[in-house]
């Protein structure tokens, strides 16, 4: 089946670094991919969903200045945090849609924890 | 606009007991609805989704889950539990297959002997 992989699925950084996320499909062309956010014990609340060859689009009160999303290529999509810091912290997860499939392919997560 | 709302945060069940995990919707027209489970530090995994056709659906691992409209609401169940199934469980909602999913705020399933 259809596989998103997603790295790091952990990370422990410093207040005022920058940690990059990765999603890549596998074996399929994701021209979008949607990111989400999980705060301890909440749901997952969409942060933006980025197309290929063009700007993302962010949610409301989603700083695009701090969290940078690219999508260079159809199988890559990256998730930038820039000066993290401590409220930074949370479980990123990514998702992309398959085509036609009316499915969605879900990355496996990155834990991120800034001390 | 769209929201979900699982009304249990956190359920206890014995092994072999039945469940019944539940899920209402708000959605203006026939929504996509699906249940994914999460495991600690994990990502999500899909276990069933309604698009049209009997509402009546079978996933994976022996769940199931019934869409009722007149009632706006899409529950989880199983006839028998197993201690593995302990894990975190999603109710999601969305305009389509392909379209970013809005999701209720989980319920926690443990099982116990």
């Known amino acids: 089946g259809a596989v998103v992989s997603q790295h790091p699925s952990w990370v422990i950084c410093k207040s005022g670094t920058s940690v990059k996320i990765e999603c890549r499909s596998l074996?399929?062309?994701?021209?979008?991919m949607f990111w989400y956010r999980q705060f301890p014990k909440q749901s997952l609340m969409l942060m933006a969903t980025?197309?290929?060859?063009?700007?993302?689009?962010?949610e409301q009160g989603v700083e695009k200045d701090k969290f940078l999303i690219n999508h260079a290529s159809l199988t890559l999509s990256t998730l930038t945090v820039t000066s993290a810091h401590p409220e930074d912290s949370s479980f990123y997860i990514c998702?992309?849609?398959?085509?036609?499939?009316?499915?969605?392919?879900f990355g496996s997560g990155t834990q991120l924890s800034v001390l | 606009a769209q929201s979900v709302t699982q009304p249990d945060i956190h359920i206890t069940v014995s092994e072999g007991a039945s469940l019944e995990l539940r899920c209402n919707y708000s959605y203006g027209a026939t929504p996509y609805l699906f249940w994914y489970v999460q495991s600690p530090g994990q990502g999500l995994q899909l276990l069933l989704k309604?698009?049209?056709?009997?509402?009546l659906v079978q996933g994976i691992k022996g769940f199931e889950a019934e869409f009722k409209r007149s009632q706006s609401s899409f529950n989880l169940r199983k006839p028998s539990v197993h201690w593995s199934d302990a894990a975190e469980y999603f109710c999601?909602?969305?305009?389509?297959?392909?379209?970013?999913?809005?999701f209720g705020k989980g319920t926690r399933l443990s099982v116990i002997a």
């Open positions: 309604y698009f049209s056709g009997d509402t």
């Open positions: 074996d399929f062309q994701a021209t979008t």
């Open positions: 998702s992309a849609p398959k085509g036609i499939s009316e499915k969605l392919f």
């Open positions: 980025s197309n290929e060859g063009s700007k993302a689009t962010y």
């Open positions: 999601a909602v969305g305009n389509s297959g392909n379209t970013p999913l809005v």
